[in-house]
């Protein structure tokens, strides 16, 4: 199975400031066939269902705001939110797609000053 | 506008099946490259794939249940179902299932039910 490694665990910001949010996995999630990455990372708000927002590591899913900018290749990705809203309070995690079994990453709770 | 919603029997005892039902509208899992995926999340805790199944009845499941697991799919009324096998207190936790198409968003959970509450207890 790959083993996806997140980081923060945790992390607090005020309003405006900027994020990064790890992931790490331990296979690359690199095609060879189509040079996609088969990462994606969901955002989870309480008491709701995970959202998704970004998929082939860096494409916006639709409606997602341009603040959320995923990057990455191979085993190393991040998610970065720029100007941080209050709205943006919940927890992220990220995804591999790459082989079955599917695995999240552990989560990272973003949390607003 | 794509729709789905899980049901469940709420709580059930160790050792019992639990069964799991996903209704969903706008798509069909006769179509060419959608699948429905199974999730689920202890309270407080992250999130763990279960199985997907896909139009063509191709299944996927997570080893890590150690063939507990059955999905399948009733097409023509728009449903999807997980059961798992010889439940217990490690299975409680919210279920959802979601959408996933090959030719959408590189094939992940693009939607996502609201979620039902298993609580196995004796």
């Known amino acids: 199975d790959i083993v996806m490694t997140q980081s923060p665990f945790s992390l607090a910001v005020s309003e405006g400031e900027m994020v990064t949010i790890n992931c790490k996995s331990s296979?690359?999630?690199?095609?060879?066939?189509?040079?996609?990455?088969?990462l994606a990372w969901y955002q989870q708000k309480p008491g709701q269902s995970p959202k998704l927002l970004i998929y082939?590591?860096?494409t916006r899913q639709s409606g997602v705001p341009d603040r959320f900018i995923g990057s990455g290749s191979g085993t190393d990705f991040t998610l970065t939110i720029s100007d941080v809203q209050a709205e943006d309070l919940a927890d992220y995690y990220c995804?591999?797609?790459?082989?079955?079994?599917?695995?999240f990453g552990s989560g990272t709770k973003l949390e607003i000053k | 506008q794509v729709t789905l919603k899980e049901s469940g029997p709420g709580i059930l005892q160790p050792s019992q099946t639990l069964s799991l039902t996903c209704t969903f509208s706008?798509?069909?899992?006769?179509?060419?490259?959608?699948?429905v995926g199974w999730i689920r999340q202890p309270s407080g805790k992250g999130l763990e794939w279960l199985a997907n199944?896909?139009?063509?009845?191709?299944?996927y499941y997570n080893p890590s249940l150690k063939n507990r697991l059955t999905i399948s799919k009733d097409t023509s009324n728009n449903q999807a179902f997980l059961k798992i096998t010889n439940v217990d207190t490690a299975d409680t936790a919210t279920y959802y299932c979601?959408?996933?198409?090959?030719?959408?968003?590189?094939?992940?959970?693009?939607?996502w039910g609201q979620g039902a509450s298993v609580t196995v207890s004796s």
């Open positions: 082939y590591a860096s």
């Open positions: 199944i896909w139009w063509d009845d191709d299944k």
């Open positions: 706008g798509f069909s899992l006769s179509t060419y490259g959608m699948g």
């Open positions: 296979q690359s999630l690199l095609s060879s066939g189509n040079q996609k990455n088969y």
């Open positions: 995804l591999q797609h790459y082989s079955s079994p599917l695995t």
């Open positions: 979601a959408r996933i198409c090959i030719t959408i968003a590189a094939g992940v959970m693009d939607a």
